[in-house]
């Protein structure tokens, strides 16, 4: 499996992810026997968030991985709502005892929200890095305009990638997001890297 640098790490070119796990959308011991798989093929980057299946993903990560912790590399990501300074370790400690683990290697706040005060964020951020609860931080879903205003930021340049969903039919980032991130050394993280076109039949849409 080639790898590539992000935060500071040597990580597979790709992770497995992990929405809709945990939900009973099929057999549980199916899709820990599939995580397993693909950590058995190289995809140690584990990609999970508070929000999927209201935690139930990070419990299911934790159940099948758990005695192979020290070869994975698990993204986990915070919900908006949870991205006041205190709400944030607040979330990651919940996050933590799902995955049972001490420490998520990059987290990422998954969305910005009106509401969410960046610099509080980043506080928030910068007092897990220090205790140790997660190696980096970043963001998900950012647009050009919210990368601008975090670069702004005190701290805010600590930012180790933005997650965005980017695949062949969805380009779109190439055009204005991607040159932000180039020009200021953000590495861009894909979800949805291989996702099904839709097939439409002449006369319909």
Request: glycine share 12%.
């Amino acid at each position: 499996m080639r790898t590539v640098t992000m935060a500071d790490r040597e990580v597979p070119v790709l992770g497995q992810g992990t929405w809709y796990l945990g939900e009973g959308h099929a057999p549980r011991e199916q899709e820990i026997e599939a995580l397993r798989a693909g950590v058995d093929a190289g995809m140690t980057l584990i990609d999970t968030a508070e929000m999927y299946g209201d935690g139930a993903a990070e419990t299911l990560v934790g159940e099948a991985l758990g005695s192979v912790r020290d070869e994975l590399f698990i993204v986990d990501k915070v919900l908006p709502s949870h991205a006041s300074r205190d709400g944030i370790i607040s979330a990651c400690e919940g996050s933590l005892e799902r995955l049972g683990t001490d420490r998520i290697d990059l987290y990422l706040l998954h969305w910005r929200q009106g509401a969410v005060r960046l610099d509080e964020m980043i506080e928030g951020m910068d007092d897990l890095m220090r205790a140790g609860s997660i190696g980096s931080w970043g963001v998900s879903n950012f647009d050009p305009d919210d990368m601008a205003d975090l670069l702004e930021q005190t701290g805010g340049p600590g930012c180790a990638t933005d997650q965005v969903l980017y695949n062949l039919t969805r380009r779109g980032p190439e055009l204005d997001l991607f040159p932000i991130l180039r020009e200021h050394g953000v590495p861009v993280m894909a979800y949805s890297p291989i996702e099904q076109a839709r097939l439409l039949r002449p006369g319909r849409a």
